[in-house]
């Protein structure tokens, strides 16, 4: 069925780094754009980044410019967030995200999320 | 950045009343080229990832229930569920995708009287 997977959340210290992966299926991963957006605990969503569906041009918030990367494996219909220098503020629930286009770059599909917690 | 403002912030409606949820952005999201309003809007349940109802402003996602309906224009958004039900219990957020980054709204909490 249609649906994003992510994983590899969890706890890690401040200045540490994590990868995160999100796994698609039932759809042409290499046919649409994918984001990953997080929300804080109790808090309100966040764009962090975009990656074109050939993974030509990414773009990124500006909290997150410098420390994090997107990148993703179309043969392996997965996504990828490196998240570097890791920060308190930089905890939340990660969700990666499916958007119906270039020309309709709203979000259609949302996996569960992944949650990361940074703290010492 | 476009900056998304929603209001009121929690909304509490009895069931089968209406609840409306404004949505406002610092400059125009309408591209008068296509004359489309970059305008999206989501659901999220508690312990739920956010879901698509509308985009386009207007165009309800299939599956959505046509007691939800969206409207406005420019830099001026409502969301509206005509007869609230057990089940819409949640927060509902807007967002712009008319340029990047994306931007959402704070959120407004519907819950039920």
């Known amino acids: 069925q249609v649906q994003l997977v992510e994983s590899g959340g969890g706890v890690v210290q401040p200045g540490r780094s994590l990868r995160l992966s999100c796994a698609a299926s039932?759809?042409?991963?290499?046919?649409?754009?994918m984001h990953w957006v997080r929300q804080a605990p109790g808090k309100g969503l966040e764009w962090v980044a975009l990656?074109?569906?050939?993974?030509?041009?990414?773009y990124y918030a500006d909290s997150v410019k410098g420390r994090f990367a997107i990148s993703r494996d179309n043969s392996k219909d997965t996504l990828y967030l490196q998240m570097n220098s890791l920060r308190a503020e930089d905890t939340a629930v990660y969700y990666c995200?499916?958007?119906?286009?270039?020309?309709?770059?709203?979000?259609?599909?949302w996996g569960r999320g992944t949650l990361v917690t940074v703290s010492s | 950045d476009i900056v998304m403002t929603q209001s009121p912030d929690s909304l509490t409606v009895s069931l089968g009343e209406r609840a409306t949820i404004n949505c406002k952005s610092s400059?125009?999201?309408?591209?008068?080229?296509?004359?489309?309003?970059?305008l999206a809007w989501y659901q999220q349940k508690p312990g739920q990832p956010p879901k698509l109802l509308f985009y386009?402003?207007?165009i309800r996602e299939s599956g959505v229930p046509d007691r939800f309906s969206g409207s406005g224009s420019g830099a001026d958004f409502t969301l509206t569920i005509s007869s609230l039900q057990a089940e819409d219990v949640a927060v509902y957020y807007c967002?712009?995708?008319?340029?990047?980054?994306?931007?959402f709204g704070q959120g407004t909490k519907v819950e039920i009287k």
């Open positions: 990656i074109w569906y050939d993974g030509s041009n990414k």
């Open positions: 039932g759809f042409t991963f290499s046919d649409y754009g």
């Open positions: 967002q712009q995708y008319y340029s990047t980054p994306p931007t």
């Open positions: 995200a499916k958007d119906r286009g270039s020309t309709s770059p709203y979000f259609d599909l």
């Open positions: 400059q125009s999201i309408l591209y008068s080229s296509n004359n489309k309003n970059y």
């Open positions: 386009w402003a207007s």
